[in-house]
């Protein structure tokens, strides 16, 4: 019997061996598309899933063509609105959000009038360039190259962008670490606890028994920030603190935070409000502070300055409670306080900022319960995170070699 055959279909390209390469090969569009070597089982899957694809779009001689008319400035506005939707969590927008924003003002600066399927690797290259000319860090040019991608990516996905853009973007690769082409940000580093002890006095008691509190549990700043009465398990020893929000809860990641007996004593007068209020509220250390600068007046008020009010509405209003941002500045302005004061002699303290007691902490776990007891304690899915918050106790590896070396 005749075989039957359609001459209005394509024949299915074959899969071949490109002798003076090795490689193995499929022409589909027009064009020889490189699987890897030939022969192997992954260029066999490649040429499957090419295959698959071609067959899906309905054999087509040449590359399906998507909407060609978008200029990158309504790209960069459409992916904007998706990333407010997005990159939400528990109804407030993450820092995400200021990072689209910033990446795609600096590429709609050069491109905006581009169409987005004319945007080149080069054209990519040009947009690095740029970054790297504004003294920005390597590592904050590289979330800003991952941000484009990702707004092209999306752009892929929703038919605005073709398909082989994002592909040569995917080409032009991120800066790598030691080349000396953007500078490099110092590494994170524990503050070390002379050097918090010396700050202490200079802070609000809300923010020093944040710092405390900090320190004593290893807990992120955010995570200090948004401690609430209803968060805390007290029927323990040993108490448990469940953030309402944390780093890697999007991951389906649990955090807990364990609560000592030292950490307890700093906390516990905090717990005595209302459950659902947080516990550091920069509206009651203002009062605080205001309190214990009148106690320490050294001259009396005058009556103009007795007669003094606070004003009804004031402009700015303290907030419900701290910001990983305004607890940071807390501790910058108690450490400026501290540097005025000291004598001249003396070396000014070195500016630290909350992560960093974070980081005293893994290493201090470390040191006595190892790389297992830092992971846990700091709450890391992976032991290769809390090596990086965790530093090596150098001076216990020169008393080993010491001995053995």
């Known amino acids: 019997m005749p075989r039957f055959t359609d001459r209005f279909l394509s024949p299915t390209p074959k899969y071949r061996e490109h002798r003076a390469s090795g490689q193995a090969v499929v022409t589909l569009y027009g064009r020889d598309v490189y699987l890897g070597p030939y022969g192997t089982k992954a260029s066999r899957i490649e040429y499957d899933r090419l295959i698959g694809e071609w067959l899906a779009a309905g054999r087509p001689a040449q590359m399906p063509s998507v909407q060609n008319d978008t200029a990158i400035v309504e790209l960069a506005a459409a992916y904007r609105t998706y990333a407010r939707g997005y990159y939400v969590k528990h109804d407030r927008p993450t820092d995400t959000i200021h990072q689209v924003n910033r990446a795609t003002a600096i590429i709609c600066e050069r491109y905006?009038?581009?169409n987005v399927n004319q945007f080149t690797p080069l054209a990519f290259k040009a947009v690095k360039a740029d970054l790297i000319g504004r003294d920005m860090s390597r590592r904050t040019i590289n979330h800003m190259l991952s941000t484009i991608r990702r707004m092209f990516r999306w752009g892929t996905g929703e038919g605005k962008v073709h398909p082989a853009v994002l592909q040569a973007l995917e080409a032009v690769p991120n800066i790598p670490k030691g080349r000396g082409i953007a500078r490099e940000l110092p590494p994170v580093t524990p503050v070390e606890d002379w050097v918090v002890?010396?700050?202490l006095p200079y802070m609000s008691t809300v923010v020093a028994d944040m710092v405390r509190f900090q320190r004593l549990t290893g807990a992120r700043p955010g995570e200090v920030c948004i401690?609430?009465?209803r968060d805390v398990d007290m029927s323990g020893d040993v108490w448990t603190y469940r953030p309402e929000s944390h780093k890697t809860e999007h991951h389906d990641q649990d955090r807990v935070v364990f609560i000592g007996p030292k950490a307890q004593d700093v906390l516990r007068p905090y717990l005595l409000r209302d459950k659902e209020?947080?516990?550091f509220v920069p509206a009651e250390a203002e009062r605080k502070r205001n309190a214990a600068r009148r106690e320490n007046r050294q001259s009396p008020m005058t009556p103009s300055q007795a007669g003094r009010h606070p004003k009804a509405s004031p402009r700015r209003q303290p907030g419900s409670?701290?910001?990983t941002d305004t607890y940071r500045r807390a501790v910058d302005r108690a450490?400026?306080?501290a540097n005025k004061?000291?004598?001249k002699e003396q070396d000014p303290l070195p500016h630290w900022f909350p992560n960093q007691i974070r980081h005293a902490t893994g290493t201090d776990v470390r040191k006595t319960y190892g790389l297992e007891g830092a992971q846990v304690v700091l709450g890391h899915a992976n032991a290769n995170v809390s090596q990086i918050y965790a530093e090596r106790d150098l001076a216990r590896a020169?008393?080993?070699?010491q001995e053995v070396g």
């Not at 020169?398 to 070699?401: A, G, S």
């Open 197 to 199: 002890d010396e700050t």
């Open 112 to 114: 905006g009038r581009t």
């Open 335 to 337: 450490i400026e306080r």
């Open 341 to 343: 004061d000291r004598k």
């Open 398 to 401: 020169r008393e080993i070699m």
């Open 277 to 279: 209020a947080y516990c």
């Open 227 to 229: 401690i609430r009465p």
């Open 321 to 323: 409670r701290y910001t």
